[in-house]
């Protein structure tokens, strides 16, 4: 990296806070429409918070036309990758396989399915033999139905958050690494500076990308970002003899547990039920029992594999697993893009433009009217659609 990533300015257009895959799309996105004195602040190293722990899913395949919206653009966004920004991100696509075990599960999806169709999304739904094809470790023994959509797939999230970084610093957007922000200096309705541990940056605006960390950031502007932290993890296998079948992103949709394949062997996870809200990032390997218990039933090849180990990372969640996407009225210049819910990756792209558009006062490319954090206010009609994926 460049000195870009050592300096911090005394002044900006705008401070980032977060470096993650989102602060990085936001500033590539920036800096490419011109703006040219963007701070990126980074309290550890680029990537080195969710972004640099989460599955790497990128799809289209939602329930809302919100969502399925955030995930098509953006799945063209990584398609073209290798052109814009300029980077090998290691997308394979290789298709989303959702596997459905009751009766209103497949109406839901079918339903969703429509949805996507009308909206450019390539998705079906399909028997059970037909995803028996698609990915042989399955068992279909209860499989009711699944859904499938072969444009759908899986990126390295490391090399996006590097291909959109280095675009915007030779554009010209600092990075400050292992620096923390303190707090936030207020003057009408306005943020006027943002101090970290190295010094204020006096600013034009403020961008809050900060993931789980969100709701400390927004409270020092005065903001209520209704974001709380879920530990979620995951594990590897060993390397495969053979080397494992190229499968689709499957997800046994019951119990949320996936699988697809890294390198030489497979990625593995669940979301566990009880999982206590909080911080801490240790790697458990007991969930893995939850997993094979699944497997057992689904996969059974998947619930003997052997790991070589895992990590955990944060899921930002909202009330509604919505995202929080918009332009604060008070203050004015406080802009924010957090609460994914696991879907900030693949999301990512989209959303850079968005916040890119809502900075320069354009209409955005997607109205994001629904995602505002001030939905939550007593009294606000303003929701997104509940989404079931």
Not at 178 to 207: E, I, K, L, Q
Not at 291 to 320: C, H, I, K, N, Q
Request: hydrophobic share 40%; charged share 20%; proline share 7%.
């Amino acid at each position: 990296m460049t000195s870009a990533y050592r300096v911090l300015p005394a002044t900006a257009d705008v401070v980032i806070v977060g470096g993650g895959v989102m602060g990085a799309s936001i500033a590539f996105h920036l800096a490419e429409a011109g703006v040219r004195d963007i701070v990126v602040v980074e309290r550890g190293e680029l990537g080195g918070g969710s972004s640099g722990k989460p599955i790497g899913g990128v799809r289209a395949q939602f329930s809302d036309p919100l969502n399925i919206e955030l995930g098509r653009r953006s799945l063209r966004a990584f398609q073209d990758f290798w052109r814009r920004p300029g980077a090998d991100i290691g997308l394979d696509t290789v298709g989303y396989l959702f596997l459905l075990t009751g009766p209103a599960q497949a109406t839901g999806f079918e339903e969703s399915v429509r949805t996507q169709n009308a909206l450019g999304v390539p998705s079906r739904m399909i028997g059970p033999r037909e995803a028996r094809a698609l990915c042989p470790y399955l068992s279909t023994e209860g499989l009711v139905a699944a859904a499938h959509s072969p444009a759908d797939g899986h990126a390295r999230p490391a090399l996006v958050v590097r291909g959109y970084a280095r675009a915007a610093a030779r554009a010209g957007a600092v990075f400050a690494t292992h620096t923390a922000v303190t707090g936030m200096d207020t003057a009408g309705d306005r943020v006027t500076a943002v101090h970290t541990d190295r010094g204020p940056v006096s600013c034009s605006a403020v961008v809050c990308a900060a993931g789980a960390w969100s709701a400390r950031i927004g409270s020092m502007a005065g903001v209520e970002l209704p974001v709380r932290p879920l530990r979620r993890q995951l594990a590897f296998t060993v390397p495969l003899v053979p080397t494992p079948p190229r499968i689709p992103f499957t997800i046994d949709f019951s119990s949320s547990a996936y699988f697809h394949n890294s390198d030489d062997g497979l990625l593995l996870g669940l979301a566990d039920p009880g999982q206590a809200e909080g911080f801490d990032t240790t790697w458990t390997p007991g969930w893995l029992d939850m997993f094979r218990e699944v497997a057992r039933r689904r996969a059974p090849a998947l619930a003997e594999m052997a790991v070589s180990g895992g990590w955990a990372g944060l899921y930002e969640v909202t009330p509604d697993h919505n995202a929080l996407i918009g332009r604060c009225a008070a203050p004015a210049n406080f802009l924010y893009a957090t609460g994914f819910s696991g879907h900030g990756f693949l999301q990512a792209p989209a959303v850079g433009e968005i916040v890119r558009d809502l900075h320069l006062g354009r209409r955005p490319c997607v109205d994001v009217t629904p995602l505002g954090a001030d939905r939550f206010h007593p009294g606000s009609k303003s929701r997104p659609e509940a989404h079931v994926v």
